[in-house]
């Protein structure tokens, strides 16, 4: 079966309908609820459901996990729509800091959205902020729920005995200060070698969300808290970009959120 280069993904934007990229009158409905891909995948067409998106950029289906939604608003701002809740058909983007530029410098939004839109300057700024609380809001709360230990002794003694607390889960993230020492990240990290770490934070920040005078290693043991710390992490992480990072003087292995050979965190 040949694939088709005008079918629509879940939730993705459509293409204008008159011009080049028009739409054609077939594909409205969706009527078969499938749709196949280049990549051969069928897709199911329900705007919402399923674990895939098609990026209003470069037009690539992938997963959600690794994109942000955009709702426009009544007076016509996009608006990230981080909790993926707000009504509105939603306009995603792949969560990297070049994509999101093409976006903004572009119509790309108004030609998905099929209406006048308006794009505020600052929306890469405010949308990593948005990410930035989201993740410490999310580490406090696994902290609160008995899913973290924080200190030098504590993190190591977690990471021997592979679990976090008192017969509890497994460790599924590390998190790392990212003006810590990095002697001592690295003897933390070396005794999990495969294990994800979040370096994205400075440790006055790490002890806020932590509840703690200061703040430099952290674990998080495994479950739900942990799996959208992850995701949040890896999608900051991809808006900062890589100059970033290594102007903060991450190390290598610390790329948001992951190891060097790409694993997930569950």
Known sequence: MTARNDAQAPDAADTPETGEGAVPETMDGLGDGFVEEATGE???ADDEKGPLRRCIVSHAVQPK??????????DGEVVPDLEESLPGRGL?????????????????????????VKVPPDLAERLERLLERRCLNGLGLARRA???????????EALKVNQVGRAGPPPALLVEAADGSLDQRGKVTALAPSLPVIDLFASADLA???????????VVARGRLAKGLARDAARLRGLKGPCEHREQGMSDKGLGVGDGAGRPAM
């Open 42 to 44: 069928h897709l199911p």
């Open 65 to 74: 996990d690794g994109m942000i939604r955009f709702v426009i608003a009544p």
């Open 208 to 218: 806020a969300a932590l509840g703690r005078d200061h703040a430099v290693h952290a």
């Open 146 to 156: 008995g899913h973290v230990l924080a200190g030098y002794e504590k993190v190591r």
């Open 92 to 116: 995603w983007v792949t969560a990297d800091r070049a994509v999101l530029a093409k976006a903004m410098g572009k119509s790309v939004f108004a030609k998905a959205a099929r209406r006048a």
